[in-house]
């Protein structure tokens, strides 16, 4: 009998990825259907040899951002229990359904269901009824091809006008919700091109009843104004530069002033934005920082209901947005001997569809340990848990999830949380982290762009040796 690879269809076996069916406790198998009709082509997605049907393509990019350490070929057999006749797809076929299903489809399941998870019940989910919210940047390095070097560029630097990294790389500019570490949306941008600029795309995310942490990088007219015609609230660090004189001081040592838009605005005295000013120091010779002076901007005015200190203590809730991007880069999708880069997609769209697919099972962990935290121990906080932990339970128990019942799922997700209060980690230390570089540059010379493609060699070793006398 031939073994030639047959992806059953839906009709005949339902679920083909019959082992992660734990993913479906999570992910409504719904949603999953109506984005895989939102393919970028709208063509079937399917090879000559066999039927990748777009679900089977969803499905499969998704259990890449979940089993992050193994080849899309053992993705594809961690997800399916082996049935007769069966044959492992291709890496080849694998890779060209990836390019055809697009990035919508992935991008179409995580708009919906990724959301907000915080309660007003929950500590560090809201401060005096405002959801905190923070806005930042993040990069990874992706696959040296020509096709990620056009689109996202290299990053460039070091003694000459030459160098150049060694791989190219994306930028992520994310809005996260800092008290649960749900990465609610994204943007995407090429190394070039500044973080400020691609944050006003995610303004539409925002809502009144949000406070944004940014950091000074963040700051400016154009998007602080953005921001507050949605009606939300933001802190933002100041750099020394911005020049933001006093109009009134207020009882707690802040004072109001305004932001312009130009210089010639400001000498003018228009189309000036009225906003807060809180300036302080820190006595303590052990802190980064230490004599400063250190300026947060913020259009919450009222000095008596939101008091300077509580501001000045409540920013430091922004490092939340920090610890996301690192679960993301370093533990769930970290660097390895065989993945020198960050990402493992060698097309632009893919590296998309790849970070997309990643922040959706970065969600499925958080809901997990917000749900263990909040429905089996109400009292525990939820930074409590291990991330990292809770990560490789939900490698380690998919494929071990009941396909045969709905209540034996339900018991498999009840122990799924049980198992996830395990996962505990110690009270945060009062500690800090001087901005120093653990490891030294390499002695070696950078990667020039000579140095790359070059062309195949016209003789053999043996034919390039010659022997002196």
């Not at 083909?16 to 259907?33: F, H, M, S, T």
């Not at 791989?167 to 649960?180: A, Q, S």
């Not at 790849?354 to 917000?370: F, P």
Request: glycine share 6%.
């Amino acid at each position: 009998m031939s073994r030639r690879w047959r992806c059953l269809t839906y009709e005949e076996s339902g679920l083909n990825l019959d082992k992660i069916d734990g993913i479906l406790a999570l992910i409504p198998e719904e949603i999953v259907l109506q984005a895989a009709e939102k393919s970028g082509n709208g063509s079937s997605v399917r090879s000559r040899c066999c039927p990748l049907t777009r679900r089977v393509l969803v499905w499969v990019v998704l259990a890449m951002a979940l089993f992050t350490d193994r080849s899309i070929r053992q993705v594809f057999r961690l997800c399916r229990r082996f049935h007769r006749d069966d044959v492992t797809p291709s890496r080849s076929a694998l890779c060209r359904g990836r390019q055809r299903l697009g990035v919508a489809p992935i991008r179409a399941v995580h708009e919906s269901v990724v959301q907000c998870l915080g309660t007003r019940d929950r500590p560090g989910c809201f401060y005096k009824g405002h959801r905190c919210m923070g806005i930042d940047g993040v990069t990874f390095t992706v696959p040296d091809t020509p096709a990620n070097e056009r689109a996202f560029g290299r990053p460039k630097g070091g003694s000459t006008s030459q160098s150049v990294g060694a791989f190219p790389i994306v930028g992520k500019v994310n809005l996260v919700e800092l008290g649960t570490h749900v990465d609610l949306a994204s943007a995407f941008r090429a190394h070039h091109q500044g973080e400020p600029t691609i944050a006003r795309r995610l303004i539409k995310h925002l809502t009144p009843e949000m406070l944004v942490f940014l950091d000074a990088g963040f700051f400016g007219y154009c998007l602080l104004r953005m921001i507050i015609a949605t009606g939300a609230k933001f802190i933002v660090r100041v750099q020394s530069g911005p020049i933001l004189k006093p109009i009134r001081v207020l009882r707690d040592g802040s004072y109001l002033s305004k932001i312009y838009p130009s210089v010639r605005d400001r000498e003018r005295d228009q189309n000036g934005q009225l906003v807060r000013v809180i300036e302080y120091t820190l006595d303590d010779p052990q802190r980064t920082g230490h004599n400063e002076r250190h300026r947060l901007v913020t259009n919450l005015l009222d000095e008596l209901q939101y008091p300077a200190t509580e501001l000045t203590v409540l920013y430091h809730e922004r490092w939340e947005h920090e610890l996301v991007n690192d679960e993301q880069k370093t533990h769930q999708d970290p660097k390895r001997a065989t993945k020198p880069t960050h990402l493992r997609s060698e097309t632009p769209a893919g590296v998309i569809q790849e970070l997309t697919a990643i922040s959706v099972v970065h969600y499925l962990v958080r809901k997990i340990m917000w749900e263990a935290a909040g429905t089996v121990e109400p009292s525990l906080d939820v930074d409590r848990l291990s991330f990292t932990g809770t990560f490789h339970i939900l490698q380690a128990r998919i494929p071990e999830c009941p396909t045969d019942s709905h209540e034996a799922r339900h018991v498999w997700f009840r122990n799924l949380l049980y198992e996830a209060l395990e996962e505990r980690v110690p009270p945060r230390r009062n500690r800090i982290n001087p901005r120093v570089l653990k490891q030294p540059r390499a002695k070696w010379p950078s990667k020039k762009p000579e140095h790359r493609s070059l062309p195949p060699l016209r003789k053999s070793f043996r034919d390039c040796v010659v022997i002196r006398l």
